[in-house]
């Protein structure tokens, strides 16, 4: 099946990147904020927006364009329809982020009403995969519903800007937290676990029968979702415990399935890899914590920031850039090797970004998400730096590695990276 322009995947793929760094800064600003509990602060909002559709969505709507025409085998419907779902979300993003900094609820549902256009142009050209796809349906099917959660989600949104506009009065502690889990959960969980379910046995080279578990997962998942967000809208707390422990049956179900897929591997663990390896212990520390926030004071902000950056920072945006140096280097060789002699001359994509470099950053965003979320636990806004810095460090090398790997491929004579 033809793949769609490289343009299409490349530049959501550079704009994921590109929020990265503004990510790293603003975490290493940021992190004493939640250290102090300090998680509806607008500036830390502005944050968790910048990493979920900045960082997290632009990739995994780059991969989806990528990944729908080549793994299952149904063409998009439009490359100008998905090139204008790509300007919209960055325009959507930039607008929200500034909406939320600067706490103006126009700014913010003018950056969601442009989000929800990039959302619908995705899944214009991808969803239909649940029903043309001939192996693909049970991928299609778990697109389908995190879409869905992510209009669920911007709908909540609404809600909650409703409230601050003064158009109504919410529980707006409630509904952040249901717009937080059907984000983390419902669109980014559920969008990884569909597409990994796919890429993951093929780079570890471990086939095998996972439909049992990936049912079991989706559904729990969605039936958590739907609790917590109709205790959020009712205001009535057990239902929102109700759901929460499902979502952390959720999310053992997720982890057991990279251990699954991990345990079947023929292949060595490199630099990528130990990116997702990371990014599903902290999946696993994340539903550790879901379970002690359960169990504790639903309105403990201390806990919640924990939360956040084991599920944001840790797993999804650790998986990202795991996943994201398997697809772009191959993608980047293909294309640009004709016209690049660097790529040429390299002769294989997995020799395009240094390993050494990758292992580095791999090692950094670990400390980094380890500490952060340690130093938040202790109340210590110090440490809490420190570590953010060191996350930042290793976000900066992963960029830093792909403009190496650019400004190399022009060249005529290239030596073989580490």
Known sequence: MASPPFRVPAAHFVASLSWLLVAAGMLVWLAPRLALGRVFDPPVLALVHVVMLGVVASAIFGALNQFVPGALGVPLRSVRV????????????????AGLWLWRGVLQGLGWLLVFGAVSAVSYNTLRARRHSIHGKLVGLYLSVSHSALGVAMGVAVARIGDTVGWWQVDRVSLLAAHALLGALGFGTLSAIGVASRMLPTFLLGPGDDRRWLHAQLAVTVVGLLTVVTGAFLGYTPAMRLGGGTLVAGGCLTVGLGVRWFRRRHRALDPALWHVVAAFVAQALATVEGTRLLVGALNDFTQWAVLLVLLVIGWHVTLV?????????????????????????????????????????????????????????????GAARVAALLWSCGATLTVANYVRMLVRGRDSVTRAPV
């Open 82 to 97: 998905a090139m204008a779902g790509f300007w919209l979300l960055q325009a959507g993003v930039v607008l929200l982020v």
């Open 321 to 381: 850039i795991g996943v994201m140096s398997k697809i772009l280097t191959h993608l980047s060789y293909n294309n640009l090797a004709p016209v690049m002699p660097g790529f040429a001359a390299l002769g294989s994509p997995d020799r395009l970004l240094r390993r050494d470099w990758q292992g580095a950053s791999a090692a950094l965003l670990t400390l980094g998400w380890c500490g952060a979320a340690t130093a938040i636990a202790r109340h210590a806004p």
